[in-house]
């Protein structure tokens, strides 16, 4: 058994539980500077030693590896500590607000040869991992356009989200789920970014609360990202990837994603509508934060001496997406992305 700990108990929390079910690994410490939320921890995790100084934390060397779920300005400064300290990192996203940031990062990981994984968690939601699965296999043709959104209401969040010295944008902070899952469905780099933004819900935040972004790929494929964090609807990342011979409609809510490919649309019909025009309806797993898969994958790439599946480089990409779609929304001209 390797032995986690976790840093950072409120989305950590989870990541704690799924340490405890995935069975390849023990929850041997946690931390949290707010005492009340590590008592917390405590009685829900009775053997895991608590630490309120993660680098107290770090000096524990039976510690494998360490998840860092703290506030994004922290993962800088904790995810260096940690890998210096000698211990593996699964980092939350978004990786780091600045690509400077996220290329230190990676640099103290190739120095001190430990894993550095970052938890872009859209990769193994169920319904994108299978939407991806299709579009690997060719059934859907060439990718020509994606669209995906991070729709949320932030109106009862608060704290360090709006901190205006922090200036998290919404575009890195949530919008990195999408931007993240469309580069990963692309199969490719993104060159480009045009953005507008727009300040009009949430006026006591720093920043713009809805930007829609057009990114190209190239000559062949773009796609589009809406990120709110003040509209007034359901959450949900409803994605549509457009291929030449199909089309997948799906989000990380719903128990189904649908597939319209005309081949399989000429043999069948519904109620005399062909089915390319009605689609296949396609069951999925709801698991739109599976975190028990990404920490399965960190014990994994612990255990195998490999590299993640997510690794950090993947994170920092994410982020110079999101710089680009910012700098747009200030210069009002197309950005390019630089990685
Ligand atoms: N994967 C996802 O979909 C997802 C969802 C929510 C949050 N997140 C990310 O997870 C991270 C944490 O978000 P959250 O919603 O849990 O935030 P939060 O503010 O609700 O909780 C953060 C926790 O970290 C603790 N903390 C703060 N500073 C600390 C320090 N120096 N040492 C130890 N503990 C400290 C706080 O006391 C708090 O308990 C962020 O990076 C966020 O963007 C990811």
Not at 95 to 111: G, N, P, Q, T, Y
Not at 138 to 149: A, P, T
Request: net charge negative; aromatic share 6%; glycine share 8%.
């Amino acid at each position: 058994m390797i032995r986690l700990g976790v840093i950072g108990l409120r989305v950590g929390m989870r990541h704690a539980d799924a340490v405890k079910i995935c069975g390849k690994a023990e929850l041997a410490a946690i931390c949290d500077t707010n005492e009340e939320t590590l008592a917390k921890g405590k009685e829900r995790f009775p053997n895991a030693d608590t630490y309120t100084d993660y680098r107290d934390m770090l000096k524990d060397p039976t510690l494998d590896g360490i998840v860092v779920a703290t506030p994004d300005n922290l993962h800088h400064e904790m995810v260096i500590e940690t890998l210096r300290a000698g211990k593996h990192v699964m980092c939350e996203k978004p990786f780091a607000l600045h690509s400077d940031e996220c290329k230190d990062m990676i640099r103290v990981s190739e120095e001190t040869g430990k894993i550095l994984m970052v938890g872009q968690v859209c990769r193994v939601a169920p319904a994108f991992v299978k939407a991806k699965a299709i579009v690997d296999s060719g059934m859907i043709g060439d990718l020509y356009f994606i669209e995906s959104e991070y729709a949320h209401d932030y109106v009862d969040i608060k704290g360090w989200r709006m901190d205006p010295e922090m200036k998290r944008h919404p575009v890195t902070g949530g919008g990195c789920h999408p931007i993240d899952l469309v580069r990963w469905l692309a199969g490719k780099e993104a060159a480009e970014a045009f953005a507008y933004g727009t300040h009009e819900t949430l006026k006591d935040w720093p920043c713009d609360d809805s930007t829609i972004s057009l990114i190209k790929f190239d000559d062949s494929l773009s796609a589009k990202v809406y990120v709110s964090v003040g509209c007034k609807r359901y959450y949900s990342m409803r994605t549509v990837i457009y291929g030449t011979k199909g089309t997948i409609i799906a989000d990380n809510q719903s128990s189904t994603m649908t597939l319209y490919v005309d081949k399989l649309g000429e043999e069948t019909s519904l109620c005399g509508t062909k089915m390319r025009e009605v689609g296949h309806i396609l069951p999925v797993d709801v698991a739109s934060h599976n975190f028990a898969s990404e920490i399965n994958e960190f014990c994994d790439s612990i255990i195998e001496g490999r590299e993640p599946t997510i690794p950090a480089e993947e994170g920092a990409k994410a982020v110079a997406i999101c710089e680009a779609i910012i700098r747009s929304t200030e210069s009002g001209k197309p950005e390019p992305i630089v990685y």
